[in-house]
């Protein structure tokens, strides 16, 4: 596609619950990255993908934070059993090489009640 | 403690108005990215400064990467409303898998 897309754009998710969150990259690109945004701070790196292969996952703060991109395109980041302080936009972005400039999607904003 | 700090943390000034903000560290990059962002959307690539000492131009910014590769630094000449958003650097950090981090930002409002 010509950007990347993000879905939903916004979840309201009860404490507890379990979200699934996805995104779908620049078709070609390689590397596939997730960041979660806190209200007024800059993006924090969660993990990153080659393909499909998840090559560094020290961001995810939690083993409740899974992600996978089994066929190397689409990528799904889930959160189990949802708590407050994982309310924040989460935003992906792909590239063709790693680091080299990522285009990112619009987001993902979630919200613990 | 932040790989990459950006100051001032918040900037508004009027229209037609200079201003520059910085991006440090005490780290070494290979490379430096600016980007911006509007609310309610993701980041936006503006520049890759790759070179010690190296200025790059886009209209109206200035981008420059410090000699010994610690520092960035982005200069607008005459804002426009259009300017306003949260401005990002963003580097690899060598200490942790040569992810890329960003610093928190700068958020700048240009009234018209």
């Known amino acids: 596609g010509a950007g990347v897309s993000q879905s939903p754009r916004y979840k309201v998710a009860k404490r507890g619950q379990d979200v699934a969150l996805r995104c779908d990259p620049i078709s070609g690109h390689v590397s596939l990255f997730w960041y979660q945004q806190a209200l007024g701070q800059g993006p924090e790196f969660l993990t990153y993908?080659?393909?499909?292969?998840?090559?560094?996952k020290s961001g995810l703060p939690s083993d409740r934070f899974f992600a996978e991109r089994p066929e190397g395109s689409v990528s799904t980041l889930k959160i189990q059993r949802t708590q407050q302080e994982d309310s924040a936009v989460y935003l992906c972005a792909s590239s063709q090489l790693r680091n080299y400039g990522y285009t990112f999607g619009s987001g993902t904003r979630l919200t613990v009640v | 403690t932040q790989l990459l700090e950006q100051s001032p943390q918040f900037l508004s000034i009027q229209e037609g108005e200079n201003l520059t903000v910085y991006c440090n560290s005490s780290?070494?990059?290979?490379?430096l990215q600016w980007y911006r962002q509007e609310p309610g959307e993701g980041p936006v690539l503006l520049v890759t400064v790759v070179t010690g000492g190296e200025v790059k131009k886009l209209k109206r910014l200035t981008f420059q990467f410090g000699d010994a590769r610690k520092d960035s630094s982005l200069h607008i000449t005459a804002a426009q409303p259009g300017d306003t958003g949260l401005y990002l650097c963003a580097g690899e950090d060598y200490l942790h898998n040569n992810d890329m981090r960003f610093g928190a930002g700068t958020r700048l409002t240009v009234k018209p």
């Open positions: 780290s070494v990059f290979s490379s």
């Open positions: 993908f080659q393909n499909e292969a998840q090559l560094d």
